[in-house]
């Protein structure tokens, strides 16, 4: 295959998480362990969790940022439970008193018991149901989450705690049972230039390129071969993060070797393509990039295969070729 020549980078198109209706073989529950809680109902893709750009409506994004925040929320919480000791205070919740945002041990409030409470609060304000809100939590947290006034909150909190903490602290064993969890993550490029001398586009791997409000102007590039040299990830650990929520987030940590043929400094590579199948994918506008990742419970990701899928419609049906990291074409 002939190396590309210069060309242009096309503009690309960056979707965020968001929400629509879906077909019941494309979405995973995590189920509820009881009506305190809601379901976690996140996307998928042959089997497997989708993350990056998701089969989405714009008007379902508050749902299900929340969706994936949960999910994000029993990830923290089964990492907790790794910590030895860290339940010991429910043994005294009769007398424990609850969280009100002080990491500052007291004569009323012990250490263990302040780190029990905000271990609580951080899972269950996150996946707590609409009846669950309404029986135990304040409309708005201040200082505390419980309702009531002082002496209420104290019952409260105590109530929830003797009714909830054992479905709760189990409830993380659904997910990653080895500590791990296979999926499928979605980058999106716009498509309007078409390199006809050497038949294919310029497409950006980076692993942020998932949101719709984000355009790149036109670039002149060069191609830098089929191969490049190993290098060290560095800054591309740090700025490429799976969006799913405003707090904890995998980031990348690049595990195998051809990972390392795409860096923070080299995100474009050529895909070839003939004129024919060209007319299709302009017309869409879009290539959808699909890769398959590992998820760690230690919150970073890798790419777990050298195939990339590339698509024409954000359903991921309409396949039109794919690529290897092995054998990329890069641009610089």
């Known amino acids: 295959m002939r190396i590309p020549k210069n060309s242009f980078l096309v503009p690309f198109f960056y979707v965020s998480c968001i929400i629509s209706t879906w077909a019941q073989s494309n979405q995973k529950t995590y189920e509820a362990p009881n009506s305190n809680f809601k379901d976690i109902v996140l996307q998928t893709h042959k089997g497997s969790l989708r993350f990056g750009n998701i089969d989405a409506d714009p008007n379902g994004l508050k749902e299900y940022t929340a969706n994936y925040s949960s999910y994000l929320a029993l990830v923290q919480f089964k990492r907790e439970q790794q910590r030895s000791g860290w339940d010991a205070p429910y043994k005294t919740i009769d007398t424990n008193l609850p969280y009100y945002g002080s ?39 201040a200082g505390s989450i419980w309702k009531g006034n002082t002496v209420e909150q104290v019952k409260n909190y105590r109530a929830f705690v003797k009714e909830n903490f054992n479905a709760l602290k189990n409830w993380p064993k659904q997910i990653m049972k080895d500590g791990s969890e296979q999926a499928y993550y979605v980058t ?54 799976l969006s799913v929520g405003a707090n904890n ?7 195998n070797s051809y990972e390392r043929n795409v860096d923070a400094d080299h995100q474009l590579v050529f895909f070839p393509i003939a004129i024919e199948k060209a007319n299709e994918v302009l017309k869409s506008g879009k290539i ?3 890769r398959k990742i590992k998820l760690k419970d230690n919150f970073t990701f890798h790419v777990d295969s050298p195939l990339i899928e590339l698509y024409t419609d954000r359903g991921l049906t309409k396949k039109i070729g794919q690529m290897d990291y092995n054998d990329l074409i890069l641009y610089q």
């Open 188 to 241: 999106i490029d716009n498509v309007s230039e078409y390199d006809f001398e050497n038949q294919g586009f310029v497409l950006l791997m980076g692993f942020d390129n998932i949101k719709d409000d984000n355009r790149r102007l036109s670039t002149f590039l060069k191609p830098i071969g089929n191969r490049r040299k190993k290098v060290q990830m560095k800054a591309f650990a740090t700025q490429n993060r």
């Open 249 to 255: 987030r995998f980031e990348y940590s690049s595990r």
């Open 103 to 141: 990491t500052t041990a007291t004569a009323n409030i012990p250490m263990d018991v302040i780190k029990f409470n905000a271990i609580l609060t951080s899972i269950a304000t996150e996946v707590v149901s609409e009846k669950g809100g309404r029986t135990y939590y304040k409309e708005r947290y």
């Open 288 to 290: 959808y990039i699909v």
